[in-house]
């Protein structure tokens, strides 16, 4: 833990290090600071109590009576800066820390209430290597993923398909929003929240982040990937299948083959020391070695044009990176994916993604889900 004074200002749920340095949510912007390595936050009445029962490892400050004492010094209306001004001044604190995303107006305000702020690196760089507590909850999210999942392929499977192509379920077409819906609702009912979950068939799929939507049809490869958050702890978890109902042509089938191996490949480079570059750079190679070259044809990016994986935690993306220009190195307590995908309009998209914890003698496959391309 970093002893060197720090001040956020941010509400628990949207902000990652807050919620990481306090354990709780709070929908409204608050404040914590660290002083001489022991935390503090300042909440409203509202919070108060709360804080003192979810937060019991921060020392719980009131915001009014910090307002009142500002009030005292002279300041007639005292807003955030001034209460925050107030907090340090009775600590003696004259220069404070604070991350790249805190709001640029309240630090004008500070300094011109004379407190000096300085933009710090990351609050927590402890954050990266996950504690065996904080993997019980990415494997806790990770499992509200596959229920979503599971549920998607069920319906794939009981779906029918019509004379032009198109799969029905309970004589409704079947869609991307409503297999959408079908995935986001078991979550919802697991204890997670899903956001932007991806169902996309076809040439739609030849977009990795496109979420998908209109008629899935039958004998195409449809990419489901899938990264609730849970709602009790704000861990994510993330995986991805590629999934075919009724018969993958050749090219589909190479295509699912050549990723599948091109995953394993980035598991066997996975381990402390290496480099993200190296694990991507592995499947690449793999890759452009098998025929499954990368670039654009027509305007258009085709082949492996993303990363091969990148940290889960209390963000869905964040560090280390494991990509073409990552400078990241890989050590013993990280959570990463690790999702190749190749991408070729006229045949679709292929993805595959399981999460793994690496442990000072290699990853540990967190995803149980089976993998199947013909559902």
Do not use: W
Not at 78 to 102: D, Y
Not at 297 to 307: D, S
Not at 338 to 351: A, D
Request: charged share 25%; aromatic share 8%; proline share 5%.
């Amino acid at each position: 833990m970093q002893k060197e004074n720090l001040l956020i200002v941010a509400d628990s749920d949207h902000d990652a290090d807050m919620l990481y340095a306090v354990r709780m949510f709070v929908p409204d912007p608050f404040i914590y600071f660290r002083h001489e390595g022991k935390p503090h936050i300042v909440v409203s009445d509202l919070e108060y109590d709360r804080a003192r029962k979810h937060a019991k490892h921060c020392k719980v400050l009131s915001f009014p009576h910090y307002q009142q004492v500002a009030k005292r010094n002279g300041t007639k209306r005292p807003g955030m800066a001034h209460v925050i001004r107030s907090v340090l001044k009775e600590r003696g604190i004259k220069k404070i820390n604070v991350p790249s995303s805190f709001p640029y107006g309240l630090a004008k305000q500070l300094r011109d209430l004379k407190v000096k702020v300085k933009i710090t690196g990351a609050c927590f760089p402890e954050r990266e290597l996950k504690s065996s507590e904080e993997l019980k909850k990415i494997s806790a999210a990770l499992m509200m993923a596959e229920v979503g999942l599971a549920e998607a392929i069920e319906a794939l499977k009981r779906s029918k398909v019509a004379k032009d192509g198109r799969l029905f379920r309970n004589n409704t077409p079947l869609t991307s929003e409503r297999l959408r819906a079908i995935i986001d609702t078991a979550i919802i009912q697991a204890g997670g929240l899903a956001s932007h979950t991806i169902v996309a068939g076809g040439n739609q799929a030849c977009d990795p982040h496109e979420q998908g939507y209109g008629a899935l049809k039958a004998n195409q490869p449809i990419i489901l990937d899938v990264f609730p958050r849970s709602q009790r702890t704000g861990y994510f978890g993330d995986i991805t299948r590629t999934v075919v109902k009724g018969r993958a042509s050749d090219s589909v089938r190479k295509m699912y083959e050549a990723v599948a191996k091109g995953q394993e490949i980035a598991f066997g480079k996975l381990g402390p020391g290496r480099s993200g570059q190296e694990v991507h750079k592995g499947v690449k190679i793999f890759f452009d070695g098998s025929g499954f070259k990368t670039g654009k044809i027509k305007g258009r990016m085709q082949g492996f044009f993303h990363g091969t994986g990148q940290g889960v935690g209390l963000e869905i993306h964040e560090a280390p990176r494991l990509g073409q220009t990552s400078s990241d190195l890989l050590k013993a307590g990280h959570v990463v994916t690790i999702e190749p995908g190749l991408y070729y309009p006229g045949i679709g998209g292929i993805r595959l993604e399981d999460m793994a914890y690496l442990t000072k003698k290699g990853p540990v496959n967190l995803t149980q889900f089976e993998k199947s391309l013909e559902v």
